[in-house]
């Protein structure tokens, strides 16, 4: 069994942890839906769900094909987490940032961080974390 699995359920709990001490209520659903939390204010008027992706080597925030047809219909915010970097965006600002190029097989997507730094600057870190805690709290 690979580590990245023992360190990508690590991350999915850190975030949980700190989204608690935010006063955001999280669950983790019993089956597989394709998302790893879901994240609720206090009075449940509103609820995210979350994809938390974990990466050590790769400098990419990358999906598959089949991860972006199964997130593009739902309200998904993701945090994508490479190596001690991390960023918290909506699904929808990744396919806006995302490159697609059409010969891949896999029909993949990608933001270069290196390219895309930017772009990416209000969701990275804190300022991500904070602008996904006030999606939870006020939509």
């Known amino acids: 069994m690979s580590n990245s699995l023992f360190i990508g359920a690590s991350q999915e709990l850190d975030l949980a942890s700190k989204l ?8 983790t659903p019993l089956v597989d839906i394709g998302v790893d939390l879901i994240a609720s204010n206090k009075d449940f008027s509103n609820s995210i769900p979350i994809q938390v992706k974990y990466k050590s080597v790769e400098r990419n925030i990358f999906f598959t094909g089949k991860e972006i047809d199964s997130y593009n219909s739902k309200n998904v915010y993701i945090a994508y987490y490479l190596a001690q970097e991390s960023w918290f965006m909506p699904f929808s ?3 806006e940032l995302a490159e697609r190029p ?11 961080v290196k390219d895309k730094s930017t772009e990416l600057a209000q969701y990275k870190g804190k300022q991500g974390f904070t602008l996904m805690i006030d999606a939870i709290k006020n939509a």
């Open 102 to 112: 059409e010969g891949r097989k896999d029909r993949a997507g990608y933001i270069k």
């Open 93 to 95: 600002k990744f396919l």
């Open 20 to 27: 608690t001490s935010e006063g955001i209520i999280v669950s």
